[in-house]
């Protein structure tokens, strides 16, 4: 998933600057004024817009040309064309801007802001400016300068926020799909997922990727399963989702120390990251017996939520959850952690 790149190419255009005008006073009684031809106006510019919120190019159309506007020209009485709208095109940081032909970066854009790329024509002068002594009515004026256009490829590094990791069967798969416009195989055995999926939630208009990585089993880090050749994918993401499946017999706190086990034999700093225990399937009776009675006498001191990704049951409350692991400096938890009362709340929930 680190590797996996997001890309568009798109068509850039600046706007042309206005033609300036010819014209000439004309008042009553006056039968000849000098000139009062304006200006035209400045072609659009074309801005990439580095938003903190944006995580993916997904609002971009591929093949789509993004257009400024062209100034306007000038007219008589000395008035000024408008000047032609800019174009914004909003990226996420970490954005790269190439050439489409030689893949030349021509912009790095991290950090957030307005950056200007291709800058409009400039207008033409109107015959005002043109009147000597020797020519008082200039029957001319200026053109306005062209604006600039460009192939791009605007180039996206993803890289996940949140890593799922759980036992085979657990349900990261139906998490990813539930939470996010991706589709990865879900099915009732071991190892479904072989390869990692990515996808993007959002929540309080904030983007994040959520990546679904194959389950981990006893010895994955050093290399029994699929899990180690992905425990590196998990490695940069900015925290963790333990999914654990509470309608199996096993006792889920042994559950979460044998992939905390796991995890620290590969890189201890995977520890370090933070994170949020999701007990999964409390659409199940069982389950949800087990996931109250953890959430009534805490995990080990750990943020914990139950949840059905097949039921949908505490879908938002698990964003929020990912939210805060993300923002700690966000309001805190409209549902909070520590209030168990909303597994027998909640108004989908099954009885
Ligand atoms: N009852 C119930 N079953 C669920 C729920 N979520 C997932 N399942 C089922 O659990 C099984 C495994 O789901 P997956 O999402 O494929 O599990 P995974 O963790 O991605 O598994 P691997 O890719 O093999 O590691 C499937 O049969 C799902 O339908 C749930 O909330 N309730
Ligand atoms: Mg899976």
Redesign the pocket.
């Known amino acids: 998933m680190n590797g996996f790149v997001d890309q568009v190419v798109i068509h850039v255009s600046s706007g042309h600057g206005g033609a300036g005008s010819v014209s000439f006073r004309r008042e009553k009684y006056i039968p000849k004024g000098g000139p009062d031809g304006g200006d035209g106006g400045k072609g659009g510019n074309v801005l990439f817009e580095v938003r903190r919120n944006l995580k993916t190019l997904t609002h971009l159309r591929n093949l789509a040309h993004y257009m400024a506007q062209n100034g306007l020209p000038g007219s008589g009485r000395q008035r000024h064309g408008s000047d032609g709208n800019d174009v914004i095109i909003p990226v996420p940081p970490g954005t790269l801007i190439k050439d489409r032909e030689t893949d030349e970066v021509l912009l790095d854009l991290l950090e957030e802001g307005t950056y200007r790329f291709l800058e409009g024509g400039i207008g033409g002068k109107g015959n005002t400016h043109f009147a000597t002594s020797r020519n008082q009515a200039p029957r001319f004026s200026q053109e306005g300068m062209e604006g600039h256009e460009r192939d791009l490829r605007v180039e996206l590094q993803l890289i996940a926020d949140i890593g799922f990791v759980g036992l085979p069967n657990a349900g990261?798969?139906s998490l990813l799909q539930s939470l996010t416009a991706a589709n990865?195989?879900?099915a009732a055995y071991p190892f479904?997922?072989k390869i990692p999926n990515l996808g993007v939630a959002s929540i309080h208009n904030t983007e994040f990727i959520l990546a679904?990585i194959?389950?981990i089993i006893e010895g994955a880090s050093q290399g029994a399963g699929l899990g180690l050749r992905f425990l590196k994918h998990i490695a940069r993401t900015k925290a963790l989702g333990f999914v654990i499946d509470v309608s199996e017999e096993a006792d889920p706190e042994a559950v979460f120390e044998q992939l905390k086990s796991e995890l620290s034999q590969y890189d201890p700093e995977l520890l370090e990251k933070p994170r949020i225990i999701l007990l999964n399937k409390i659409d199940l009776p069982e389950a949800r017996e087990k996931a109250k009675e953890i959430m009534k006498n805490g995990f080990k001191g750990e943020k914990v939520l139950g949840f059905s990704a097949f039921a949908r049951i505490h879908l938002p409350e698990v964003l929020q959850g990912f939210f805060e692991l993300l923002d700690p400096n966000s309001q805190p938890a409209t549902f909070g952690f520590a209030v168990p009362e909303w597994i027998t709340k909640a108004s989908n929930e099954p009885d």
């Open positions: 990261k798969s990865p195989k879900v479904t997922t679904d194959p389950g």
